[in-house]
């Protein structure tokens, strides 16, 4: 099976069956006809799109907080 007909949803749902433990990743590839090496390629991708968006999402959650302490401390230097 080439990887350009296999659509993101079935790639991430073959990948989430490999990284949830309940299969070996050999069987899994055998039942979607993919290599090993074309598993992990998909698992490394996904891993690294979800370290980029997590990163993105705490980023903006640290300056959310920044903001808040600092109009907290403009408040309380105006009294």
């Known amino acids: 099976m080439s990887r350009k007909l296999l659509p993101a949803k ?13 299969y070996s990743i050999a069987e ?3 039942e979607y006809g993919i290599t090993q090496g074309l598993y992990y390629k998909w698992r490394d991708k996904l891993l690294m799109m ?13 300056r959310r907080d920044w903001k808040r302490k ?6 309380q230097s105006a009294i």
């Open 50 to 62: 979800a370290k980029g968006s997590l990163s993105t999402a705490v980023l903006i959650n640290v």
């Open 28 to 30: 899994i590839c055998n």
């Open 10 to 22: 079935e790639k991430f749902k073959i990948v989430m069956l490999g990284v949830s433990g309940k």
């Open 70 to 75: 600092t109009a907290s401390s403009k408040k």
